[in-house]
């Protein structure tokens, strides 16, 4: 059974850098041939994709955040993580990462099948 | 970007009706179409993927169905457990979510 398992400060002071870690559990993501994904949700809002990363660690964001944003893979412990840089008040929301199934022969990334539970994370000074 | 526009925002219905939650794109997505249902506190669990496949372990009451730029998630007989947020998301071009869809037991 595939699990990921978010880590990271509960608390972030405006511009200063969002750091998290999901550590997977049950797949490798060096040999998966899935992609690895954030995604946020303020609260009782929706959902906002952040950005998407493959074991050969090449990464794809969501051009509204690409400019603050950062995905990378640490295969020795089977982790990825993310930096979302110069933080605001809006930045505030439940984090979550999950796997993103590859399908097909071109493993078009495709749908979101595991997820971890989310953490939350404040902006606030 | 593709846009992702869910109806109803809300809906209130008893045990036992059919529900239907409809998606549309601003573009053609194909059948590049995937729904999740979040229930509160919870992270979303996906329901159907490429429009109209079950996910394993889904109960068989929901079903989805669509293509191009309209898409349908339907429970055939609402079940007290099925109270939740609903979410589309497309992976046509990037990845984007409609707005939800929050379904509410009588």
């Known amino acids: 059974q595939v699990q990921l398992q978010e880590s990271g400060p509960g608390l972030v002071k405006p511009s200063q850098t969002l750091s998290l870690t999901c550590t997977v559990s049950g797949d490798s993501i060096s040999s998966s041939s899935n992609y690895w994904s954030w995604i946020r949700q303020p609260a009782g809002k929706g959902l906002e994709w952040i950005g998407r990363i493959y074991t050969t660690g090449g990464t794809n964001y969501n051009p509204s955040l690409k400019s603050r944003v950062t995905i990378s893979l640490d295969t020795s412990k089977n982790q990825f993580s993310l930096n979302l840089n110069s933080v605001t008040a809006a930045d505030t929301a439940v984090y979550y990462c999950?796997?993103?199934?590859?399908?097909?022969?071109?493993?078009?990334?495709?749908?979101?099948?595991?997820w971890g539970q989310g953490t939350l994370v404040s902006v606030s000074s | 970007d593709i846009q992702m526009t869910q109806s109803p925002s809300s809906l209130s219905a008893s045990v036992g009706d059919r529900v239907t939650i409809t998606c549309r794109a601003s573009q053609t997505i194909r059948t590049f179409l995937n729904w999740y249902q979040q229930k509160p506190g919870k992270a979303p669990n996906l329901l159907i993927y490429?429009?109209?496949s079950l996910q394993s372990g889904v109960p068989s009451r929901f079903s989805g169905s669509g293509s191009g730029t309209d898409f349908t998630l339907t429970i055939s007989s609402l079940q007290p457990e099925d109270s939740a947020t609903y979410f589309c998301q497309q992976s046509y071009s990037s990845l984007t979510f409609g707005g939800g869809t929050k379904v509410e037991i009588k």
């Open positions: 490429d429009a109209s």
């Open positions: 999950a796997r993103l199934r590859g399908v097909g022969r071109w493993l078009i990334p495709s749908y979101f099948d595991y």
